[in-house]
Nanobody, 123 residues
Framework: QAQLVESGGGLVQTGGSLRLSCAAS????????MGWFRQAPGKEREFVTS????????YYADSVKGRFSISRDNAKNMVYLQMNSLKPEDTAVYYC????????????????WGQGTLVTVSS
């Protein structure tokens, strides 16, 4: 049974917006740091953003700062990624991930991954 399931990907034009969702069924969700990573064609997976267990602390990669926003709803076991002002270089498979820490921004701490959802930004 998948612990993390992403949805919301799709095709959008440059400058457009998308909202990704992640449904989490992991038992430790309410004490996990949650994050989003992405992998573009031919590139390695990279960190995008993370949010602490309470939602009070967030961290963003420089490439998305000011354009993307992560949030979580612990009552619904959901994590969201609001993506605005999208650029062609944002095209990638986006993965939801969980870490068994109340707060971390280290990619190596994430130990659970979703199957990914594809975001394509056309120029």
């Amino acid at each position: 049974q998948a612990q993390l399931v992403e949805s919301g990907g799709g095709l959008v034009q440059t400058g457009g917006s998308l909202r990704l969702s992640c449904a989490a069924s992991r038992r430790t969700f309410i004490t996990d740091t949650m994050g989003w990573f992405r992998q573009a064609p031919g590139k390695e997976r990279e960190f995008v953003t993370s949010v602490s267990y309470s939602g009070g602390t967030t961290y963003y990669a420089d490439s998305v700062k000011g354009r993307f926003s992560i949030s979580r709803d612990n009552a619904k076991n959901m994590v969201y990624l609001q993506m605005n002002s999208l650029k062609p270089e944002d095209t990638a498979v986006y993965y939801c991930a969980a870490a068994r820490f109340r707060w971390t921004q280290r990619g190596g701490d994430f130990d659970a991954w979703g199957q990914g959802t594809l975001v394509t930004v056309s120029s």
